[in-house]
């Protein structure tokens, strides 16, 4: 007996959708030919599909949002300084455009930066408003480009092509992050000395020769004693100045007691951990980091995370 076309289509996506992963079934889905009875069932497979998909363990399913015309599909948005002076060009064909770059404060890891793309009146209004040093605001698309340097070697950066710009008021602790960045050894010896409270003194609680015996409080700077750019003088004055409040270096166990107190303290890193030796945990104010896995780990760690998790 013949088969007729739509018939056939239907047979094979209901023989199918059983044992194809979403992602197969959306290839097909991009391949095969469009029909009514084709669009019936590939309605069919969305609902399998978002149905046969387990949440993992303890975590809600993240919500199913409907798909729409012009839903934006590539947007981020930054918090950083701007590190270059504004440049703006008015084009041949009429249209506006400037550009910056920002560099934004990582606390763990070397800052990044992002260059700047703004057109038409926000082009004119970044031109007219904007400097270097400027804490600002921007959401846009992200964009990767590429540009042959001044040693012949071509660079990959990532652009925002700016849609929304806005000033941000500095806090404290961010004007102090952004000051400590800056600083060359000597300065921040210098600073640790004139604002101990923001350095946690790391020398009883050192695991290896590498730890440092200073570390800064909201940035990733640390400070060494053995360290050949260690001023002649710090040492001396440590000494002397017996009296200074540095913050102090908890021990693991500690740390550990802070986050079971209250564990909303501190992120939870473990399902989105890329590389294994980054923490599993960190505090969110004071960026101190835990590892399940580590020597220091108390051992009933492991015990009462399971009972947290339990409940």
């Known amino acids: 007996m013949e088969m007729t076309h739509s018939a056939a289509l239907a047979l094979r996506a209901s023989s199918t959708e059983a044992f194809l992963s979403s992602k197969q079934q959306k290839r097909i889905h991009q391949t095969l030919p469009i029909s009514s009875a084709f669009s019936t ?88 408003h904007l400097k270097v040093n400027d804490t600002i605001f921007v959401s846009g698309s992200v964009w990767s480009e590429k540009a042959t340097g001044k040693d012949g070697l071509e660079k990959t950066f990532a652009k925002v092509v700016v849609q929304d710009l806005k000033f ?47 570390r800064h409080k909201f940035s990733a700077k640390a400070l060494w004693l053995d360290n050949k750019n260690t001023p002649a003088w710090v040492t001396e004055r440590l000494k002397k100045e017996t009296d200074l409040s540095f913050q102090c270096n908890r021990t693991a166990e500690e740390k550990w007691e802070d986050f079971f107190d209250d564990p909303s303290r501190w992120w939870d890193n473990r399902s989105t951990k890329k590389v294994p030796n980054y923490p599993d945990f960190k505090h969110k104010d004071t960026l101190e980091t835990l590892w399940i896995e580590s020597d220091s780990t108390p051992d009933w760690v492991k015990k009462k995370l399971a009972s947290l998790e339990s409940v």
């Open 168 to 214: 941000v008021k500095n806090s404290d602790t961010h004007n102090r992050t952004v000051q400590v960045q800056e600083m060359d050894w000597k300065e921040l010896w210098e600073h640790l000395f004139d604002n101990p409270t923001d350095w946690f003194d790391c020398r009883d609680t050192k695991t290896n020769d590498r730890s440092p015996d200073f």
């Open 41 to 128: 069932q590939t309605s069919r497979w969305q609902e399998f599909s978002a149905s046969a998909s387990p949440s993992p363990s303890g975590f809600k399913k993240p919500e199913v949002i409907e798909w729409r015309e012009n839903m934006p599909t590539n947007k981020a948005t930054f918090i950083g300084m701007v590190i270059r002076d504004i440049r703006i060009r008015y084009l041949d064909s009429g249209k506006i455009v400037a550009n910056s770059s920002i560099q934004v404060t990582r606390p763990v890891k070397e800052d990044s930066w992002f260059y700047l793309e703004f057109w038409g009146d926000l082009a004119e209004i970044a031109a007219a």
